[in-house]
């Protein structure tokens, strides 16, 4: 992979050097949390943390509105997504778990060491 080639249109607006720095967690990778979490790996996002319900599995009927397709279908969304980013951009470090409950998406930008709490699909950043 060559970074240079890989930023290249985009590298005067998003400053990947700054973003490979950046940690984003993802509560939720339905069709809105994907789609949050696949343009954080084109932005140059380095660490991206995919959290989802266990066993959320992609069914047919997401499908229309989700950025993963068929041959993801019966997959954890966590790991099929996990794998889409990493296709999207190799050296974003995509980490996953699966174990909240039903919850809304909520994107938050951490500034030190990601911490997070399966209860209540809470994400806190800690200094490390």
Same mark, same amino acid.
């Given at each position: %992979? ?9 590298? $005067?607006?998003?400053?990947? &050097? ?7 967690? %993802? ?6 949390? !994907?789609?949050?979490? &696949?343009? $954080? !790996?084109? =932005? ?34 966590? &790991? ?15 980490? =996953?778990? !699966? ?7 909520? %994107? %938050?930008?951490?500034? =030190? !060491? ?15």
């Amino acid at each position: %992979m060559n970074r240079n080639e890989l930023f290249k249109r985009t590298e $005067a607006i998003l400053k990947p &050097e700054i973003a490979h720095k950046e940690t984003w967690s %993802m509560i939720g990778v339905g069709s809105g949390g !994907a789609r949050v979490a &696949e343009e $954080a !790996a084109r =932005f140059g996002v380095g660490t991206i943390i995919l959290v989802d319900r266990p066993s959320e599995k992609l069914e047919e009927h997401n499908i229309i509105r989700h950025p993963l397709g068929y041959r993801d279908l019966g997959r954890l969304k966590v &790991e099929a997504l996990r794998d889409h980013i990493l296709n999207i951009n190799p050296e974003s470090l995509s980490r =996953f778990a !699966a174990g909240v409950g039903k919850k809304p998406v909520i %994107m %938050m930008r951490c500034r =030190f !060491a990601p911490t997070a709490i399966a209860e209540d699909a809470l994400v806190r950043c800690a200094r490390s």
